[in-house]
Protein backbone atom coordinates (compact mmCIF):
# COMPACT_ATOMS: atom_id res chain seq x y z
CA UNK A 1 0.00 0.00 0.00
CA UNK A 2 1.27 3.28 -0.70
CA UNK A 3 2.47 6.06 2.10
CA UNK A 4 -0.88 7.78 3.32
CA UNK A 5 -1.15 11.69 2.45
CA UNK A 6 -0.79 14.67 4.92
CA UNK A 7 -4.27 14.91 6.52
CA UNK A 8 -5.58 18.40 6.73
CA UNK A 9 -6.99 20.24 9.95
CA UNK A 10 -10.49 20.76 10.27
CA UNK A 11 -11.02 22.17 13.43
CA UNK A 12 -7.89 23.30 15.68
CA UNK A 13 -9.14 22.96 19.13
CA UNK A 14 -11.61 19.80 19.34
CA UNK A 15 -11.64 16.38 20.99
CA UNK A 16 -14.46 13.33 21.44
CA UNK A 17 -15.39 10.49 23.65
CA UNK A 18 -16.48 7.24 22.01
CA UNK A 19 -19.85 6.27 23.52
CA UNK A 20 -22.09 8.38 21.18
CA UNK A 21 -22.67 7.58 16.84
CA UNK A 22 -22.69 8.67 14.60
CA UNK A 23 -20.12 11.18 15.83
CA UNK A 24 -18.93 12.13 12.01
CA UNK A 25 -21.11 11.65 8.76
CA UNK A 26 -21.01 11.83 5.25
CA UNK A 27 -24.03 13.51 3.35
CA UNK A 28 -23.16 11.97 -0.14
CA UNK A 29 -25.24 14.12 -2.49
CA UNK A 30 -23.92 17.34 -1.23
CA UNK A 31 -20.36 15.84 -0.64
CA UNK A 32 -20.34 17.24 3.28
CA UNK A 33 -18.51 15.31 6.03
CA UNK A 34 -19.99 16.88 9.45
CA UNK A 35 -17.90 15.95 12.52
CA UNK A 36 -18.54 17.19 16.29
CA UNK A 37 -16.30 17.68 19.18
CA UNK A 38 -15.95 19.92 22.40
CA UNK A 39 -13.41 22.64 22.70
CA UNK A 40 -11.29 23.07 25.54
CA UNK A 41 -9.61 26.12 27.25
CA UNK A 42 -6.07 24.95 26.43
CA UNK A 43 -6.27 25.01 22.76
CA UNK A 44 -7.16 28.06 20.09
CA UNK A 45 -9.71 30.29 21.95
CA UNK A 46 -9.12 29.87 25.21
CA UNK A 47 -11.68 30.19 27.73
CA UNK A 48 -13.80 32.07 25.70
CA UNK A 49 -14.29 28.98 23.55
CA UNK A 50 -13.98 26.74 26.35
CA UNK A 51 -17.04 23.76 26.22
CA UNK A 52 -18.29 24.89 22.47
CA UNK A 53 -20.34 21.95 21.40
CA UNK A 54 -18.69 22.34 17.62
CA UNK A 55 -19.63 20.61 14.73
CA UNK A 56 -16.95 21.29 11.37
CA UNK A 57 -18.91 20.89 8.13
CA UNK A 58 -16.19 20.49 5.45
CA UNK A 59 -16.73 20.36 1.84
CA UNK A 60 -14.87 17.10 0.74
CA UNK A 61 -14.44 18.27 -2.90
CA UNK A 62 -12.44 20.70 -2.26
CA UNK A 63 -11.05 20.07 1.40
CA UNK A 64 -12.09 23.45 2.85
CA UNK A 65 -13.74 23.53 6.33
CA UNK A 66 -16.18 25.93 8.36
CA UNK A 67 -17.15 25.50 12.09
CA UNK A 68 -20.60 25.85 13.70
CA UNK A 69 -21.21 26.32 17.27
CA UNK A 70 -24.31 24.24 18.58
CA UNK A 71 -23.81 25.47 21.89
CA UNK A 72 -21.73 27.82 23.36
CA UNK A 73 -19.54 27.62 26.91
CA UNK A 74 -21.53 24.46 27.21
CA UNK A 75 -19.44 21.86 29.43
CA UNK A 76 -15.42 21.78 28.77
CA UNK A 77 -15.70 17.32 28.70
CA UNK A 78 -15.20 15.16 25.60
CA UNK A 79 -18.24 13.50 26.37
CA UNK A 80 -20.73 15.73 25.35
CA UNK A 81 -20.19 15.31 21.98
CA UNK A 82 -23.08 15.05 19.56
CA UNK A 83 -25.08 12.40 17.49
CA UNK A 84 -26.05 13.06 13.88
CA UNK A 85 -28.40 12.18 11.81
CA UNK A 86 -29.16 12.70 8.16
CA UNK A 87 -33.32 13.59 7.69
CA UNK A 88 -35.13 12.12 4.74
CA UNK A 89 -36.07 16.31 4.40
CA UNK A 90 -32.40 16.65 4.09
CA UNK A 91 -32.04 18.51 7.37
CA UNK A 92 -29.74 17.37 9.97
CA UNK A 93 -30.24 16.29 13.44
CA UNK A 94 -27.60 16.56 16.28
CA UNK A 95 -28.02 15.26 20.21
CA UNK A 96 -26.06 16.02 23.17
CA UNK A 97 -25.97 15.65 26.35
CA UNK A 98 -24.03 17.08 29.46
CA UNK A 99 -21.42 14.96 31.17
CA UNK A 100 -24.34 13.29 34.21
CA UNK A 101 -24.04 17.44 35.28
CA UNK A 102 -28.01 17.52 33.98
CA UNK A 103 -30.99 15.57 32.88
CA UNK A 104 -31.63 17.02 29.48
CA UNK A 105 -30.74 15.56 26.21
CA UNK A 106 -30.70 18.67 23.61
CA UNK A 107 -31.48 18.70 19.91
CA UNK A 108 -31.09 21.25 17.10
CA UNK A 109 -31.99 20.79 13.41
CA UNK A 110 -30.63 22.23 10.74
CA UNK A 111 -31.57 23.82 7.60
CA UNK A 112 -32.27 21.83 4.93
CA UNK A 113 -28.47 20.55 3.20
CA UNK A 114 -26.57 22.88 5.54
CA UNK A 115 -24.95 21.52 8.82
CA UNK A 116 -24.05 25.49 9.17
CA UNK A 117 -27.44 27.02 10.14
CA UNK A 118 -29.30 25.38 12.89
CA UNK A 119 -33.16 26.18 14.24
CA UNK A 120 -33.12 26.47 18.14
CA UNK A 121 -32.02 24.29 21.11
CA UNK A 122 -34.65 21.83 22.25
CA UNK A 123 -34.46 19.14 25.57
CA UNK A 124 -35.97 16.22 26.21
CA UNK A 125 -36.10 16.53 30.73
CA UNK A 126 -35.15 12.68 31.80
CA UNK A 127 -35.55 13.78 35.87
CA UNK A 128 -38.73 12.33 36.21
CA UNK A 129 -36.98 8.69 35.46
CA UNK A 130 -33.21 9.68 36.53
CA UNK A 131 -34.73 11.21 40.07
CA UNK A 132 -31.95 13.78 39.14
CA UNK A 133 -29.13 11.93 39.14
CA UNK A 134 -28.12 12.73 35.51
CA UNK A 135 -27.59 11.63 31.54
CA UNK A 136 -24.71 11.17 29.75
CA UNK A 137 -24.04 10.18 25.84
CA UNK A 138 -26.28 10.37 22.43
CA UNK A 139 -26.77 7.30 20.21
CA UNK A 140 -28.86 7.48 17.27
CA UNK A 141 -30.41 4.74 15.92
CA UNK A 142 -33.50 3.92 13.36
CA UNK A 143 -35.41 0.34 14.55
CA UNK A 144 -39.15 -0.67 13.55
CA UNK A 145 -39.56 2.46 11.50
CA UNK A 146 -38.56 4.75 14.82
CA UNK A 147 -35.66 7.00 15.66
CA UNK A 148 -34.41 6.00 19.01
CA UNK A 149 -31.84 7.89 21.17
CA UNK A 150 -29.98 5.43 23.39
CA UNK A 151 -28.54 7.04 26.72
CA UNK A 152 -27.09 6.29 29.98
CA UNK A 153 -29.75 7.32 32.56
CA UNK A 154 -31.99 5.97 35.10
CA UNK A 155 -29.65 3.78 37.42
CA UNK A 156 -26.90 5.11 34.92
CA UNK A 157 -28.24 2.14 32.99
CA UNK A 158 -29.36 2.07 29.01
CA UNK A 159 -32.25 3.95 28.31
CA UNK A 160 -33.78 5.26 25.28
CA UNK A 161 -35.90 7.93 23.69
CA UNK A 162 -38.00 7.92 21.04
CA UNK A 163 -39.25 9.99 18.11
CA UNK A 164 -41.44 8.93 15.46
CA UNK A 165 -41.06 12.70 13.21
CA UNK A 166 -37.18 12.41 12.56
CA UNK A 167 -35.98 14.04 16.06
CA UNK A 168 -38.80 16.91 15.93
CA UNK A 169 -40.40 15.13 19.19
CA UNK A 170 -39.18 12.95 21.53
CA UNK A 171 -40.78 10.97 24.10
CA UNK A 172 -39.48 8.34 26.81
CA UNK A 173 -39.35 4.44 25.92
CA UNK A 174 -38.06 2.98 28.88
CA UNK A 175 -35.03 1.01 29.69
CA UNK A 176 -32.67 -1.16 28.36
CA UNK A 177 -30.96 -3.07 31.46
CA UNK A 178 -31.29 -3.25 34.88
CA UNK A 179 -28.51 -4.10 37.80
CA UNK A 180 -27.33 -2.85 40.77
CA UNK A 181 -24.76 -0.61 40.24
CA UNK A 182 -21.40 -0.90 41.24
CA UNK A 183 -18.93 1.93 41.92
CA UNK A 184 -19.85 5.16 39.14
CA UNK A 185 -22.49 3.69 36.57
CA UNK A 186 -23.23 0.82 35.04
CA UNK A 187 -22.42 -1.17 31.64
CA UNK A 188 -20.92 0.89 28.35
CA UNK A 189 -23.09 -0.24 25.53
CA UNK A 190 -22.17 0.44 21.68
CA UNK A 191 -24.69 0.19 18.88
CA UNK A 192 -25.03 -0.74 15.17
CA UNK A 193 -28.00 -0.77 13.41
CA UNK A 194 -28.94 -3.42 9.95
CA UNK A 195 -32.01 -3.07 8.96
CA UNK A 196 -34.58 -3.65 11.51
CA UNK A 197 -32.36 -5.35 14.23
CA UNK A 198 -30.03 -3.21 16.05
CA UNK A 199 -27.18 -5.30 17.30
CA UNK A 200 -25.01 -3.99 20.86
CA UNK A 201 -22.43 -4.45 22.74
CA UNK A 202 -22.28 -3.64 26.27
CA UNK A 203 -20.32 -3.91 29.75
CA UNK A 204 -21.07 -4.77 32.95
CA UNK A 205 -20.22 -2.09 34.84
CA UNK A 206 -16.99 0.87 34.36
CA UNK A 207 -13.49 -1.18 33.91
CA UNK A 208 -11.74 0.80 36.84
CA UNK A 209 -14.62 -0.61 39.68
CA UNK A 210 -15.31 -4.28 38.19
CA UNK A 211 -13.73 -7.06 35.96
CA UNK A 212 -16.28 -6.62 33.13
CA UNK A 213 -16.93 -9.27 30.52
CA UNK A 214 -18.41 -8.51 27.12
CA UNK A 215 -21.70 -9.02 26.18
CA UNK A 216 -23.76 -9.20 22.53
CA UNK A 217 -27.48 -9.37 21.65
CA UNK A 218 -30.12 -7.63 19.06
CA UNK A 219 -32.63 -6.04 19.46
CA UNK A 220 -35.80 -6.54 16.98
CA UNK A 221 -39.30 -6.23 16.47
CA UNK A 222 -39.61 -5.32 20.35
CA UNK A 223 -37.59 -8.19 22.07
CA UNK A 224 -34.20 -8.26 22.92
CA UNK A 225 -32.48 -11.41 21.57
CA UNK A 226 -28.99 -13.21 22.36
CA UNK A 227 -26.31 -13.95 19.62
CA UNK A 228 -28.27 -17.10 18.61
CA UNK A 229 -31.69 -15.70 18.48
CA UNK A 230 -32.72 -16.67 21.67
CA UNK A 231 -35.03 -14.20 23.08
CA UNK A 232 -33.70 -12.73 26.71
CA UNK A 233 -36.57 -9.66 26.82
CA UNK A 234 -39.40 -10.08 24.89
CA UNK A 235 -40.90 -6.48 26.03
CA UNK A 236 -37.40 -4.37 25.48
CA UNK A 237 -37.86 -0.90 26.99
CA UNK A 238 -41.08 -1.83 28.34
CA UNK A 239 -41.21 -2.41 32.18
CA UNK A 240 -39.02 -4.20 33.94
CA UNK A 241 -35.18 -4.68 32.19
CA UNK A 242 -32.70 -7.29 32.35
CA UNK A 243 -29.48 -7.64 33.22
CA UNK A 244 -26.99 -8.23 30.53
CA UNK A 245 -25.72 -10.71 31.74
CA UNK A 246 -28.25 -12.85 30.19
CA UNK A 247 -26.83 -11.72 26.97
CA UNK A 248 -24.21 -13.95 25.02
CA UNK A 249 -20.28 -13.28 26.35
CA UNK A 250 -18.54 -12.00 23.81
CA UNK A 251 -14.87 -11.85 25.32
CA UNK A 252 -14.66 -13.34 29.13
CA UNK A 253 -13.03 -11.39 32.04
CA UNK A 254 -10.60 -14.22 33.61
CA UNK A 255 -9.90 -16.17 29.72
CA UNK A 256 -6.71 -16.43 28.73
CA UNK A 257 -4.84 -15.54 25.27
CA UNK A 258 -1.39 -16.81 24.76
CA UNK A 259 -1.07 -17.90 28.41
CA UNK A 260 -2.22 -14.28 29.28
CA UNK A 261 -4.74 -13.79 31.44
CA UNK A 262 -7.19 -10.62 30.06
CA UNK A 263 -9.24 -8.58 32.58
CA UNK A 264 -11.55 -5.28 32.94
CA UNK A 265 -12.27 -5.39 29.13
CA UNK A 266 -14.56 -2.60 27.80
CA UNK A 267 -16.26 -1.91 24.48
CA UNK A 268 -14.32 0.20 21.47
CA UNK A 269 -16.38 -0.18 18.11
CA UNK A 270 -19.09 -2.09 16.54
CA UNK A 271 -20.40 -2.41 12.95
CA UNK A 272 -22.51 -4.66 11.12
CA UNK A 273 -21.36 -6.89 7.81
CA UNK A 274 -23.29 -7.14 4.51
CA UNK A 275 -23.83 -10.96 5.63
CA UNK A 276 -26.30 -10.10 8.41
CA UNK A 277 -23.40 -10.40 10.78
CA UNK A 278 -21.35 -8.39 13.40
CA UNK A 279 -17.81 -6.88 13.67
CA UNK A 280 -16.62 -5.37 17.13
CA UNK A 281 -13.16 -3.99 18.74
CA UNK A 282 -12.80 -4.82 22.51
CA UNK A 283 -10.20 -3.83 25.03
CA UNK A 284 -8.71 -5.38 28.19
CA UNK A 285 -5.76 -5.30 30.77
CA UNK A 286 -3.51 -7.85 30.15
CA UNK A 287 -1.60 -9.85 32.48
CA UNK A 288 -2.02 -11.21 36.13
CA UNK A 289 -1.49 -7.98 38.43
CA UNK A 290 -4.75 -6.20 39.63
CA UNK A 291 -4.61 -2.47 40.04
CA UNK A 292 -5.09 -0.85 43.31
CA UNK A 293 -7.60 1.16 43.11
CA UNK A 294 -6.00 3.83 46.67
CA UNK A 295 -2.83 4.50 44.20
CA UNK A 296 -4.10 5.07 40.98
CA UNK A 297 -1.92 4.41 38.21
CA UNK A 298 -2.37 3.31 33.86
CA UNK A 299 -2.89 -0.37 33.26
CA UNK A 300 0.87 -1.10 31.86
CA UNK A 301 -0.62 -3.26 29.29
CA UNK A 302 -3.86 -2.55 26.94
CA UNK A 303 -4.94 -5.23 24.21
CA UNK A 304 -7.26 -4.74 21.45
CA UNK A 305 -9.38 -7.57 20.38
CA UNK A 306 -10.91 -8.14 17.54
CA UNK A 307 -14.28 -10.14 16.98
CA UNK A 308 -16.55 -11.74 14.18
CA UNK A 309 -20.64 -12.56 15.02
CA UNK A 310 -21.29 -14.81 11.95
CA UNK A 311 -25.25 -14.39 10.61
CA UNK A 312 -26.21 -17.45 12.81
CA UNK A 313 -24.94 -16.07 15.79
CA UNK A 314 -21.28 -17.53 16.35
CA UNK A 315 -18.53 -15.61 17.43
CA UNK A 316 -14.50 -15.45 16.45
CA UNK A 317 -12.23 -13.35 18.70
CA UNK A 318 -8.90 -12.85 18.34
CA UNK A 319 -6.31 -10.70 19.62
CA UNK A 320 -5.89 -7.47 16.92
CA UNK A 321 -2.64 -5.63 18.44
CA UNK A 322 -1.15 -4.22 21.30
CA UNK A 323 -3.17 -0.96 22.49
CA UNK A 324 -0.01 0.40 25.17
CA UNK A 325 -0.42 1.50 28.42
CA UNK A 326 -3.39 3.49 29.83
CA UNK A 327 -3.57 7.51 28.54
CA UNK A 328 -4.25 8.79 31.59
CA UNK A 329 -3.08 7.45 35.31
CA UNK A 330 -6.51 8.61 36.57
CA UNK A 331 -8.26 6.68 33.73
CA UNK A 332 -6.46 3.34 33.94
CA UNK A 333 -8.24 1.69 30.60
CA UNK A 334 -8.43 4.47 28.29
CA UNK A 335 -6.52 3.99 24.81
CA UNK A 336 -5.76 5.71 21.82
CA UNK A 337 -8.88 3.63 20.55
CA UNK A 338 -10.16 1.78 17.05
CA UNK A 339 -12.18 1.95 14.66
CA UNK A 340 -13.72 -0.95 12.13
CA UNK A 341 -14.19 0.83 8.22
CA UNK A 342 -18.21 0.75 8.05
CA UNK A 343 -18.37 -0.61 4.57
CA UNK A 344 -15.07 -3.13 4.91
CA UNK A 345 -15.18 -5.06 8.28
CA UNK A 346 -11.96 -6.52 7.34
CA UNK A 347 -10.44 -2.75 7.78
CA UNK A 348 -9.27 -1.41 10.61
CA UNK A 349 -7.69 1.64 12.17
CA UNK A 350 -5.80 2.00 15.60
CA UNK A 351 -4.22 4.52 18.12
CA UNK A 352 -1.40 2.60 19.76
CA UNK A 353 2.11 3.44 21.05
CA UNK A 354 3.42 -0.19 20.29
CA UNK A 355 4.42 -0.74 16.17
CA UNK A 356 1.66 -4.00 15.60
CA UNK A 357 4.14 -4.98 12.87
CA UNK A 358 7.61 -5.22 14.92
CA UNK A 359 6.38 -4.71 18.72
CA UNK A 360 8.55 -1.67 18.73
CA UNK A 361 8.01 1.09 21.39
CA UNK A 362 6.85 4.51 19.88
CA UNK A 363 7.58 8.14 21.66
CA UNK A 364 3.45 8.76 20.91
CA UNK A 365 0.24 6.77 19.93
CA UNK A 366 0.51 6.36 16.16
CA UNK A 367 -2.43 5.76 13.99
CA UNK A 368 -1.98 2.31 11.99
CA UNK A 369 -4.42 0.72 9.27
CA UNK A 370 -4.73 -3.05 9.87
CA UNK A 371 -6.28 -5.25 6.61
CA UNK A 372 -7.58 -8.96 7.84
CA UNK A 373 -6.35 -12.30 6.57
CA UNK A 374 -8.22 -15.35 7.86
CA UNK A 375 -11.13 -14.07 9.76
CA UNK A 376 -9.01 -11.75 11.69
CA UNK A 377 -6.36 -13.91 13.17
CA UNK A 378 -4.11 -12.26 11.37
CA UNK A 379 -3.15 -8.51 10.08
CA UNK A 380 -1.07 -6.62 7.32
CA UNK A 381 -0.44 -3.26 9.13
CA UNK A 382 0.31 0.23 7.52
CA UNK A 383 1.37 3.05 9.53
CA UNK A 384 -0.90 6.09 8.73
CA UNK A 385 1.62 8.45 11.06
CA UNK A 386 5.06 8.55 11.45
CA UNK A 387 7.52 10.09 13.61
CA UNK A 388 4.61 12.23 15.01
CA UNK A 389 5.97 14.77 17.59
CA UNK A 390 2.24 14.38 19.51
CA UNK A 391 -0.02 11.77 20.17
CA UNK A 392 -3.11 10.96 16.99
CA UNK A 393 -5.94 9.81 19.10
CA UNK A 394 -9.60 8.21 18.70
CA UNK A 395 -9.78 7.33 15.02
CA UNK A 396 -13.19 7.06 13.38
CA UNK A 397 -13.80 6.42 9.92
CA UNK A 398 -17.36 8.37 8.83
CA UNK A 399 -20.31 6.59 7.18
CA UNK A 400 -22.40 7.97 4.62
CA UNK A 401 -20.67 7.46 1.21
CA UNK A 402 -19.42 3.95 0.58
CA UNK A 403 -17.51 5.38 -2.47
CA UNK A 404 -15.07 6.78 0.06
CA UNK A 405 -12.96 6.12 3.34
CA UNK A 406 -12.95 9.93 5.47
CA UNK A 407 -10.86 8.72 7.95
CA UNK A 408 -10.65 11.23 11.22
CA UNK A 409 -8.86 11.55 14.06
CA UNK A 410 -7.28 14.46 16.93
CA UNK A 411 -3.83 14.82 18.06
CA UNK A 412 -1.99 16.55 20.32
CA UNK A 413 -1.66 16.29 24.20
CA UNK A 414 -4.23 14.88 26.06
CA UNK A 415 -4.43 14.70 30.31
CA UNK A 416 -8.11 14.30 30.98
CA UNK A 417 -11.56 14.60 29.15
CA UNK A 418 -11.63 17.92 30.35
CA UNK A 419 -8.27 18.71 29.19
CA UNK A 420 -6.36 19.03 26.23
CA UNK A 421 -4.91 20.72 23.21
CA UNK A 422 -5.84 18.66 20.33
CA UNK A 423 -6.45 19.40 16.63
CA UNK A 424 -8.74 17.31 14.52
CA UNK A 425 -7.79 16.65 11.54
CA UNK A 426 -9.10 14.14 8.13
CA UNK A 427 -7.56 11.66 5.82
CA UNK A 428 -9.88 11.63 2.68
CA UNK A 429 -8.88 8.23 1.59
CA UNK A 430 -10.74 6.44 -2.04
CA UNK A 431 -12.06 3.29 -1.60
CA UNK A 432 -9.38 0.62 -3.21
Same mark, same amino acid.
Given at each position: ??????? #?????????????????????????????? /????????????????????????????????????????????????????????????????????????????????????????????????????? #?????????? %?????????? %??????????????????????????? #???????????????????????????????????????????????????? #???????????????????????? /??? %??????????????????????????????????????????????????????????????????????????????????????????????????????????????????????????????????? /?????????????????????????? %???????????
Amino acid at each position: MPRFAEP #NVVNDNGAWCWFQDERALVDPETQQLVVGS /IAAAEGPGGEARSGNVELAVVDLRTGASRIAVLHERFETDDHDVPALWRRSDGRWLAVYTKHKTDDLTRWRISEPGDPTMWGPERSFDWSPHTEGRGVTYS #NLRAMDGRLY %CFARAVNDDQ %CAIVSDDEGETWAYAGKLFTRPKVGYV #NGYTRYAAAGDRLHLVTTDHHPRDFDNSIYHGYLEHGALHRSDGTVLDPKAL #NGEAPSQEGLTTVLAAGSRWGGTR /ISH %CWTTDIRTTANGGVAAILTARAGEEELDLDRRRAAPDLRFFYARMAPGGEWTVNELAKAGPGLMPHEEDYTGLAAIDPYDPGSVYISTPVDPRDGAVLPHREIFHGRAAAAGRFWAWTPVTENSEVDNLRP /IVAPGDPSRTPLLWFRGPMTASQHYR %CEVVLLDLPRP
